[in-house]
C-alpha cells in the first residue's frame, strides 16, 4: 500500500467530521450512571470519606506516596466542606446530562471523580477509573453541540437531530479507550492458567459476597464453566478487534450487551456492567443512532407532542 494511501487513511480515520449526535448520547448515559454513582456514595458518604471515616486522609496520602489532584485537601477533614463538595459534584453531573455548560460541567466531574479517587483509593473498582478517564475525553468532544440545553438556548436543537458535524477526534479517543479495556484484560487473562484452562468461571461464581443470583446447575458443570470462560475472551477479543469491521460491529454490539447483562444478573458489581455497555453506543453509526431516537420519539411522543416541545 503506497505511503500516501496510508496517510489518507490514518487523516480520515482521525480527522474527517461526524454528527455530534453520538458524544451527545455517550454523554447522557454516563451522566445518568454518574447521578447513580454518587446516590449509592451519598448513603455513607461520611463513613467513606468524612472527617472519622474509615480511611483517614493521612492513610490515604501514605498509600499513594504522593499528592493527587485533590479538591478536598483544600479544607481537609471537614464535613462540612464535604457536604458542598458533594452538592457540586451532583450538580454538576446533572447539569453535565442535560447538556448545560457541558465542557464546565464535564471538567468538574473529572476533578470530583479525581478527588474522591485519592480521598479513598481503597473503595473504587476498575469501572470508576475507567468512568473518570471517559471523563477526560468528554471535556475535548462536541457532546454539547447536540441534545443539550446549551444548544437549546442558542437556538440551534434540531427537531430531526440533523447537527453541524464536528471533527471525530475525540469520539475515536472514547472509542479507542474502550478497545484498551477489552485489550488489557484479555492479555492479563491469557497469562492466568484458569482462563486457559476454562475453569475461571467456575471460581468466580463462588465469590459468594458478589453473587446477586444464584444460578443452579450451569455453574456447577465443568464444559458449561469451560464454555463461558473461553466464550468470555472470544467476545472481550472481539470488542478490541471485530467491532472495527462495520459489517460485524452491530453483531459483536449485541453479544457484548447479552454478556454483560449476564453478568450483571448473577453478580453485584454496582454500575460496572451499564457503563461497559452505555459505552457501545460510541460505535454505532450516527445516522442509525439519529433513525432510532426519532422512532423512539415516534413511539413515546405524539407528533404533536413533538412539536410543541420543539417551539
Given at each position: 500500500m503506497p505511503l500516501k494511501t496510508?496517510?489518507?487513511?490514518?487523516d480520515q480515520f482521525w480527522f474527517s467530521e461526524t454528527s455530534p449526535l453520538v458524544v451527545a448520547v455517550?454523554?447522557?448515559?454516563?451522566?445518568?450512571?454518574?447521578?447513580?454513582?454518587?446516590?449509592?456514595?451519598?448513603?455513607?458518604?461520611?463513613?467513606?470519606?468524612?472527617?472519622?471515616?474509615?480511611?483517614?486522609?493521612?492513610t490515604a496520602r501514605n498509600f499513594a506516596q504522593f499528592v493527587g489532584l485533590n479538591i478536598l485537601?483544600?479544607?481537609?477533614?471537614n464535613d462540612d466542606f464535604l457536604l458542598a463538595f458533594f452538592t457540586l459534584f451532583f450538580l454538576a453531573a446533572v447539569s453535565m446530562t442535560v447538556g448545560y455548560k457541558t465542557r464546565l460541567s464535564t471538567f468538574i466531574v473529572y476533578l470530583c471523580l479525581t478527588s474522591l479517587y485519592h480521598r479513598n483509593p481503597f473503595l473504587f473498582n476498575s469501572g470508576d477509573t475507567y468512568m473518570r478517564v471517559m471523563s477526560v475525553w468528554l471535556i475535548f468532544s462536541a457532546s454539547g453541540q447536540a441534545l443539550s440545553l446549551d444548544n437549546w438556548l442558542k437556538g440551534k436543537e434540531s427537531a430531526d437531530l440533523i447537527y453541524k458535524p464536528v471533527s471525530i477526534w475525540?469520539?475515536?479517543?472514547?472509542?479507542?479507550q474502550l478497545n484498551l479495556v477489552y485489550l488489557h484484560t484479555v492479555v492479563a487473562k491469557a497469562w492466568g492458567d484458569s482462563w486457559v484452562d476454562g475453569t475461571a468461571v467456575y471460581y468466580s461464581t463462588r465469590i459468594e459476597d458478589l453473587v446477586r443470583v444464584k444460578i443452579p446447575y450451569i455453574f456447577d458443570q465443568l464444559w458449561l464453566c469451560q464454555f463461558f470462560s473461553w466464550g468470555t475472551l472470544v467476545i472481550e477479543a472481539a470488542l478490541f478487534s471485530l467491532i472495527w469491521i462495520k459489517e460485524l460491529r452491530y453483531y459483536v454490539i449485541v453479544l457484548a450487551v447479552f454478556f454483560h447483562l449476564m453478568i450483571d444478573l448473577h453478580m453485584n458489581i454496582p454500575l460496572f456492567e451499564w457503563i461497559m455497555i452505555f459505552s457501545y453506543?460510541?460505535?454505532?453509526?450516527?445516522?442509525?443512532?439519529?433513525?432510532?431516537?426519532?422512532?423512539?420519539?415516534?413511539?413515546?411522543l405524539p407528533e404533536k407532542e413533538v412539536v410543541k416541545v420543539q417551539e
Open positions: 496510508l496517510i489518507k487513511l490514518w455517550f454523554r447522557i448515559l454516563i451522566g445518568i450512571i454518574l447521578i447513580l454513582f454518587i446516590l449509592l456514595l451519598t448513603c455513607d458518604l461520611f463513613v467513606w470519606f468524612g472527617q472519622y471515616g474509615i480511611t483517614s486522609n493521612q485537601n483544600i479544607n481537609r477533614d475525540p469520539q475515536r479517543l472514547l472509542q479507542l453506543v460510541l460505535f454505532i453509526d450516527s445516522e442509525d443512532l439519529r433513525r432510532f431516537l426519532l422512532w423512539g420519539r415516534s413511539k413515546l
